[in-house]
């Protein structure tokens, strides 16, 4: 007798089943996951709204590069929602976001719009610090359980997952054209709603799974990427033509339209991906149907009997540490070993890397969100600056997937070490702030890209070293400890140096002419002098915190020449191999009820 192959999970399932099938699997949850993180980078267009804010409520710049450090601070510091994480699942941090970006964005439109009377500052503080503390956990909820779906895949998921961030400012910026044309306002309320409604609508496509190996995985993500690359080069298309060309309405709609419709491209991937891994199920039961089967008792029972558990693996013999257990700080494992929260934070690559992103980041980060003063005091148009914004966006997302499917290439096939390529990621980042320093002609084009590009290759890079160097056990917290870097380094390089040295340049203009600064007048700066100490100080601190990294690279060297990635690949190929015996028995199982009637 044949098994029916048809009958035994081998015909096609109907639309339904088969809807729901990818509804559940691997894949439409990383597309799910591109979606949160395409509007989770609305901190990154405070450039663009900025100004609105100055002129509304009256802001020097010093209280407007508070306002962006407390930006920075809500969206870097996102232990809580680390924390949260790693004891609910990650629908419950989602939804805590959804709630506190809606709330804390909702309330700075009332307040530009004059719908509730004028705030004090620390109330603005508070409200934008919460509004973008909702990206941090848009990350946690999302990313950090995308990384550890695909933990042999890390380098990449960080790239794509972070590219899209990057890319969020100028895709929420196509779609604000469409919907408000060039009122500023709106914008605020648009990056108030629009990331909440994502969040809210894939909560419970977002979740841990089962790490099961595919050899081609990587090659999925590669397609990801691809779309990913278009959709980054017609809204570069759509820049250019919107900065040459006075788009009408239409026109806004018809590119905003494009936008979206790349963002939903990659479901033809999910799809297919979903149809292939039915196809080698079907393919796996038919090898099944083409056993012939006796009919003796004794064969029939023999191959009937339920099979063998596969082996279980080796027990650790260890007492189970807590991560929050002070007597096992100075007793870390091997890099690349689950370390504690007290280990990894305790620890001397943590704080080398610590001080190294402060000092990189913070320098990039200055310059992106003092885009719109630089470009005012420089003597741009305002057409120009709004394009500076979204080149850092566009360029933001390139630094971000080249640093996480780079890294990734290379450090398999050369064992390049991610450390040594974060030194040189912000050495390049020098040239960017000396252009911005000294003026050059049309040098802010080139810094906007420089300094984007920058400033997204350090985060995934970022992230897959500590994720690599401290293991995925504690990783929604650890990784959330990282991204604190970036708001010490911009409070120290945009607060204290960058405002505090254009207030006093623009003082002394004011001084000069002989006025006097009124109640609610904008203290503006004009001139090369207003920015030049401030990125000269910048650029001294990024070459510091590059030779700084020299430190990890040395102390990392050798754990980077070995197979960091062993311990995944084995459990990924024990679960594929698991799932196969799965489907077998399932198969075998129905085929024998089938022949004994």
């Known amino acids: 007798m044949v098994f029916a192959a048809a009958n035994s999970g081998g015909e096609w399932p109907s639309m339904r089943s088969f809807t729901v099938l990818v509804l559940k699997g691997r894949w439409f949850m990383v597309f799910a996951t591109t979606l949160i993180m395409s509007a989770a980078g609305a901190t990154y267009m405070f450039g663009l709204y900025s100004k609105e804010l100055k002129r509304s409520l009256g802001y020097d710049q010093t209280t407007l590069n508070l306002l962006s450090f407390f930006k920075d601070l809500g969206a870097n510091v996102g ?59 848009a990350n946690t909820g999302a990313l950090v359980t995308c990384v550890k779906n695909f933990p042999e895949s890390r380098g990449a998921v960080l790239g794509l997952l972070k590219g899209f961030v990057g890319l969020s400012g100028a895709i929420i910026t196509q ?4 919907i408000y044309k060039n009122d500023t306002r709106s914008l605020i309320l648009l990056i108030g709603w629009l990331p909440a409604a994502i969040s809210i609508a894939f909560l419970r496509t977002i979740r841990i799974m089962k790490v099961v190996r595919h050899a081609h995985e990587l090659k999925v993500f590669y397609n990801f990427l691809y779309v990913s690359l278009g959709l980054a080069g017609f809204i570069m298309v759509a820049i250019i033509l919107q900065k040459k060309f006075d788009f009408r309405r239409g026109e806004f709609v018809a590119s905003a339209a494009v936008v979206v419709g790349l963002l939903f491209l990659p479901m033809s991937i999910v799809v297919r991906e979903e149809i292939n891994l039915w196809r080698r199920k079907k393919q796996l039961v038919d090898n099944i149907s083409e056993l012939k089967i006796t009919t003796e008792p004794a064969a029939v ?39 504690t929260i007290l280990q990894a934070l305790f620890s001397l690559d943590m704080l080398v890397l610590f001080l190294a992103t402060i000092c990189g980041v913070g320098g990039t980060l200055t310059a992106i969100d003092n885009l719109g003063q630089i470009g005012s005091s420089l003597r741009y148009p305002d057409k ?9 966006s566009i360029w933001n997302y390139l630094g971000r997937v080249v640093a996480g499917f780079g890294s990734e290439h290379i450090l398999k096939k050369f064992k390049f070490p ?19 320093a000294f003026d050059v002609p049309n040098g802010l084009y080139f810094a906007s890209v420089i300094i984007g590009f920058c400033f997204g290759a350090q985060w995934p890079l970022l992230f897959a070293i500590i994720s690599e160097l401290f293991g995925l056990k504690y990783y929604s917290t650890l990784y959330n400890f990282g991204s604190v870097a970036s708001p010490i380094g911009s ?5 204290r140096v960058a405002g505090h040295l254009y207030d ?49 690279v040395f102390r990392t060297r050798k754990f980077y020449q070995s197979d960091i990635y062993k311990k995944f690949r084995e459990e990924g190929e024990r679960a594929a191999a698991a799932e196969e015996e799965m489907v077998v028995a399932e198969a075998a199982g129905k085929g024998h009820a089938q022949n004994s009637k």
């Not at 809606?102 to 509004?131: Q, R």
């Not at 623009?506 to 090369?528: F, N, S, W, Y």
Request: proline share 8%.
């Open 79 to 137: 232990v809580l929602s680390g924390l949260i994480n790693e004891v609910t699942p990650p629908w419950v941090v989602l939804s805590i976001g959804a709630v506190l970006n809606f709330f804390g964005y909702f309330m700075i439109w009332l307040a530009v719009t004059e719908k509730i009377s004028t705030p004090k500052v620390w109330h603005m503080c508070l409200y934008i610090c919460i509004g973008a503390n909702s990206q941090s956990f």
């Open 175 to 178: 779609i604000f054209h469409a």
């Open 301 to 339: 029972a023999a191959t009937t009997a339920p099979p063998p558990p596969p082996p279980s693996p080796p027990v650790e013999n260890h007492k189970k540490i807590s991560c929050w257990n002070p007597k096992s700080i100075f007793g870390p494992p091997a890099r690349g070993e689950d370390y």
């Open 384 to 392: 120009s600056i709004s394009t500076f914004v979204s080149l850092v």
């Open 418 to 436: 991610r450390t040594l390529m974060l030194t040189l990621i912000l050495l390049l980042s020098c040239i960017g702030h000396l252009l911005i």
């Open 491 to 495: 409070y120290l390089l945009n607060v």
């Open 504 to 552: 006093m340049e623009a003082e002394k203009q004011l001084r000069a002419t002989g006025r006097q600064r009124g109640p609610g007048d904008d203290l503006d700066c004009v001139g090369v002098e207003c920015f030049k100490l401030a990125f000269i100080i910048i650029t001294l601190v990024t070459v510091f915190g590059a030779m700084v990294s020299l430190i990890l």
